[in-house]
Structure formats: C-alpha cells, structure tokens
C-alpha cells in the first residue's frame, strides 16, 4: 500500500529514493498503456 511505504520513509534521502521510484512506474505504466 502507497501510504504504508511513505509511513516508512524516515529520511529526505529514502523519500528521494521512492519518488523516483514511482516516477519510473508511472513511465513504465505509460509506455505499457500506448
């Protein structure tokens, strides 16, 4: 669950971390949808 894992996030570092991360599932999302 989304808000589980941002719950989890203690550090700046660690929130960079699953940004990108969600950012490169969203591209993948997209690529998978076109």
Avoid: C, F
């Amino acid at each position: 669950d989304l808000a589980e894992r941002q719950e989890e996030v203690s550090t700046p570092q660690e929130a960079q971390e699953l940004h990108e991360d969600l950012e490169e599932l969203k591209i993948v999302r997209d690529s998978v949808l076109r």
